[in-house]
């Protein structure tokens, strides 16, 4: 935040974002999106489909915002903190902000301008120009991202506007099993677009795609299509408590689309940066960021390797040159964590969207609740995602580690205030055991998940609330009012300006038929009940 340099900038961005956030503005605002667009000989624009591909790049950087500040507020204050991942040193507006349940709606407001802005406005031009049907393939890359950036904010918010996106002034939010009905549709979509070009033309997507594509892929409609069966499989996972035959059924889909999911081979779903990846400037440059308490204390109770990759050790004198990280929520005083494990994080590191190791735990657990998810038990599933989790940090050691029915996550003791001194939060270990009950079988797959995922906060945090796993340490400063119990986590945000400037009637009608009328952050989301 540059110790809050970032506000001027949110009031004159927020005004043009309150413009488009929502459909009230879709159609008036085409023509200013357009513009540059407008700029060029149309007859230029369609060569290669270059009218369509140029739109493709803003909405896949704006998965996470690039941009250092809207990144900070769209996920780090908030999901990155919520996942255990990351903690802030920074006393920001008092110790009273997102990260003690006193939720900011100048920040908070990001979280939903960010992907309705610049993906699902921009994904409304493919439709109202007839993009859609002029180039289907590119736009089944369109309808992945989309479901990227929608569903991040959905699983943050609950009911958002999606399936009627554009459809009038007066949009009405989805239900959040509407959301995941839609999410499903569009990626099915995307995924018979995308194939039906890869199967009779497989070199021309690097003709038309590859120039334009910022993911780490190249342009390669076969892992982008293994992307969207993985995302599939990600969130029928999400809602496999809440409505298992859905979740099975198109769980055992995209595992078996000739395709597949994405593999070891084909590495994760990365996004090249632009600029500098913003992890590296909020930590590094603003000092606003530090690895969180239950990465040190899980990781390092492991011994696992990986831990020495993600971040870097202390400089506090106090902590002996060890990487340690800070609870999430605490009392805070300038400067004292300040000198915590910074985040491991190169300028030029590309940002994680989703990991190619989180396939395989999926997979695992899908063996664990008796779907078919093809040749492969619980245990080869998770000891080859372990084993993919090591390789893409560039660690070693992975079959000792996994051979390790011992090592378990390690007491958690701050030197600077003793009231945030915590005992192991698991007993978990990390060999797989084939007799262990159903819950243990499944705590250990979402721990070594959520380790593989690192830093990606918005999966990590939706996972521990549809799971409770893993187990991570609650906040001790509560600044909520009462609305989120001493103890208790998070569930969701509360709707914010962003959403009642555009159409309070229609937020009023979607929290009292989702929260019977209560726009509590306590309130849990349709998939969360655990």
């Given amino acids: ?57 803003g909405m896949m950087t704006n998965i996470e915002s690039q941009t250092d500040w809207i990144y900070q507020l769209q996920q780090n204050l908030g999901a990155d903190d919520y996942s255990g991942y990351m903690s802030i040193p920074s006393v920001f507006l008092g110790n009273v902000n997102n ?14 301008d960010t992907p309705s802005s610049n993906i699902l406005n921009t994904w409304l031009q493919w439709k109202l120009k007839g993009l859609d049907k002029k180039y289907p393939d590119l736009y089944g890359i369109a309808l992945i991202v989309k479901v990227f950036g929608a569903s991040r904010a959905a699983d943050a918010f609950g009911p958002i506007p999606y399936s009627k996106f554009g459809n009038s002034s007066n949009v009405t939010f989805d239900s959040v099993q509407e959301e995941y009905n839609a999410f499903f549709a569009d990626l099915d979509q995307a995924i018979t677009l995308l194939s039906a070009v890869e199967d009779k033309t497989p070199n021309v997507d690097q003709i038309i795609f590859a120039p334009v594509d910022k993911s780490t892929f190249g342009g390669d409609y076969a892992k982008w299509i293994k992307t969207a069966n993985t995302l599939k ?35 994760s779903f990365l996004m090249n940066v632009l600029t500098v990846n913003p992890l590296n400037t909020i930590t590094n440059v603003w000092g606003d960021l530090r690895l969180g308490a239950p990465v040190s204390s899980i990781l390092s109770g492991y011994n696992d390797p990986r831990l020495s990759v993600m971040a870097l050790p202390a400089t506090d004198p106090q902590l002996g040159g060890k990487i340690y990280g800070i609870r999430t929520g605490i009392e805070l005083t300038a400067n004292t964590y300040s000198n915590f494990s910074r985040l491991n994080v190169p300028a030029n590191s590309p940002m994680k969207i989703m990991d190619a190791a989180e ?58 205030n003793s009231k945030n001194n915590a005992p192991p939060l698991s007993n978990i270990t990390i060999k797989w055991n084939d007799g262990d009950a159903t819950e243990k079988k499944m705590e250990r797959i979402i721990t070594q998940k959520w380790i593989a995922m690192f830093p990606e906060g918005c999966e990590a945090w939706a996972e521990f609330r549809r799971t409770g796993y893993p187990k991570l340490y609650p906040i001790t400063v509560n600044n909520s009012g ?13 709707y914010t300006t962003t959403f009642t400037n555009s159409s309070k009637a229609q937020v009023d009608a979607a929290v009292a038929k989702e929260f019977g009328g209560v726009d509590s952050p306590a309130k849990k989301l349709w998939w969360d009940v655990k």
């Fill in 1 to 57: 935040m540059k110790k809050l340099r970032y506000k001027k900038g949110v009031k004159v961005a927020l005004s043009t974002m309150l413009l488009l956030s929502l459909a009230t503005s879709c159609r008036k605002d085409m023509d200013g999106l357009n513009q540059d667009l407008k700029a060029l000989p149309q007859s230029s624009l369609q060569i290669d489909g270059k009218e369509a591909s140029v739109l493709l790049p």
């Fill in 482 to 494: 009462g609305k989120i119990a001493n103890g208790a986590f998070i569930r969701r945000f509360p």
């Fill in 359 to 416: 396939s395989y735990f999926l997979r695992s657990e899908g063996v664990v609740r008796g779907w078919n998810m093809g040749a492969g038990t619980a245990q080869s599933f998770y000891e080859t995602g372990v084993k993919t989790s090591f390789s893409e940090f560039g660690a070693s050691g992975a079959d000792t580690y996994l051979s390790d029915a011992v090592s378990t996550p390690a007491a958690y003791i701050d030197p600077k």
């Fill in 233 to 267: 499989l990600r969130l029928a996972m999400r809602i496999s408590n809440v409505d298992a035959a859905t979740a099975k059924k198109e769980a055992e889909s995209a595992v078996s689309n000739k395709y597949g999911v994405l593999e070891a081979a084909d590495g």
């Fill in 99 to 112: 990260v003690t349940y006193a939720f900011v709606d100048d920040w908070v407001n990001y979280i939903w």
